[in-house]
């Protein structure tokens, strides 16, 4: 089975624009959950989505946003992006389905530079 | 607030040792526990994972060690190799399936 793939990359961006991330998860896997890994700081919980519902959230403000389509591919959005937002976005999917322990595949990973 | 905490941020051990990986956490309604293993450049890969009604789970060179009343786990490394080399991720899922990730903890095994 292919792995998780998050596209693009690499990104720059400037402060105040917006950028789009993508996720395609592993096949017949419904769940896709966003996290952001900056130094120090672990990986932090952005969303779950599952069968094109968000199902958990985490603590992050309302510029950051995602999204499910119908075919478990996941986008994540962050509006007026701020130097802070620096960071690498990984995105995991998992065929969890409220049982047994939620083993997550992660993909590399997109790495956000804001300058 | 942290949940999870893995108070070393970074480890050294000799090949052929045993590594000890610790971490802790504050919600004792956790429903399981897993680890994480993280090269550079690459995502997390799922090692090895317990359930809070368990108090130990063994996979080949890793063992993971719960104890419930001090609200703590470790992962053991037995033999250390140096493509252990990695940062270790611990992770609590709540009974949303939520996971709550660790800082990291870097382990260097030396040859």
């Known amino acids: 089975k292919a792995g998780v793939t998050q596209t693009p990359r690499y990104l720059i961006k400037t402060r105040g624009q917006q950028v789009t991330l993508s996720c395609s998860p592993i096949?017949?896997?419904?769940?896709v959950s966003w996290y952001q890994q900056t130094p120090g700081q672990g990986l932090q919980f952005l969303f779950e989505?599952?069968?094109?519902?968000?199902?958990n959230k985490g603590n992050f403000p309302g510029r950051f946003s995602g999204r499910q389509f119908s075919n478990s591919r996941s986008e994540m959005n962050v509006s007026t992006l701020e130097l802070g937002d620096s960071a690498l976005y990984l995105c995991?999917?998992?065929?969890?389905?409220?049982?047994?322990?939620?083993?997550?595949?992660f993909g590399p990973g997109t790495r956000l530079t804001v300058t | 607030d942290q949940q999870v905490k893995q108070n070393s941020p970074s480890l050294s051990v000799q090949e052929g040792r045993i590594s000890i990986l610790n971490c802790d956490y504050t919600?004792?309604?956790?429903?399981?526990f897993l680890w994480y293993k993280k090269y550079p450049a690459e995502g997390p890969t799922f090692l090895i994972s317990?359930?809070?009604?368990?108090d130990k789970n063994e996979d080949g060179r890793f063992t993971v060690f719960l104890n419930k009343s001090a609200k703590h786990l470790s992962l053991h490394i037995v033999p250390s190799q140096p493509g252990d080399s990695a940062v270790y991720f611990c992770?609590?899922?709540?009974?949303?399936?939520?996971?709550?990730f660790g800082q990291g903890t870097e382990l260097s095994v030396k040859p």
């Open positions: 995991a999917s998992s065929s969890y389905t409220l049982a047994g322990a939620n083993e997550q595949y």
């Open positions: 096949s017949g896997h419904r769940s």
């Open positions: 989505y599952f069968s094109e519902t968000q199902r």
């Open positions: 919600n004792s309604m956790f429903d399981y």
């Open positions: 317990i359930s809070s009604i368990k």
């Open positions: 992770a609590a899922e709540d009974q949303g399936g939520k996971l709550i």
